[in-house]
């Protein structure tokens, strides 16, 4: 048994001043929250900071609150909300819905964070 909190997460990233990425890790698995402002989009405020044409991270997550778009390299596009589950494949970008900001959990094996 092991045990982490968002109320004292292993590490924190600013997403440019629009968003942070909160991240977990317990046992083997790393649970990151995702908080993303209205405004945000990967492509402006995330592509800065780790570079490259679009995000090349494999993402399994669940929705909160809040829209999320998310367009592939390919141009299909698709919007997850509250509710949803996601997976989505490296190479897209991805952007806020709305004026509700986005919170959402994502799941990954601790040695991938």
């Known amino acids: 048994m092991d045990k982490g ?19 977990v890790v317990a046992g083997d698995m790393t649970v990151s929250r ?8 990967w492509s402006a405020h995330v592509k800065p900071i780790v570079g490259g044409e679009s995000c090349q991270t494999f993402h399994h997550g669940f929705v ?3 829209r999320l778009a998310v367009r592939m390299d390919d141009g299909s596009q698709d919007e997850f909300a509250a509710g949803d589950v996601w997976v989505i494949p490296p190479g897209h970008d991805a952007w806020v819905v709305g004026d509700e900001t986005v919170v959402a959990l994502e799941f ?4 991938t964070p």
């Open 64 to 66: 909160t609150s809040g």
């Open 34 to 41: 995702l908080t993303f402002r209205p405004g945000w989009r």
């Open 108 to 111: 990954t094996p601790a040695a």
């Open 5 to 23: 909190s968002f109320f004292a997460p292993s590490k924190t990233v600013d997403l440019s001043g629009m968003g942070t990425l909160e991240v």
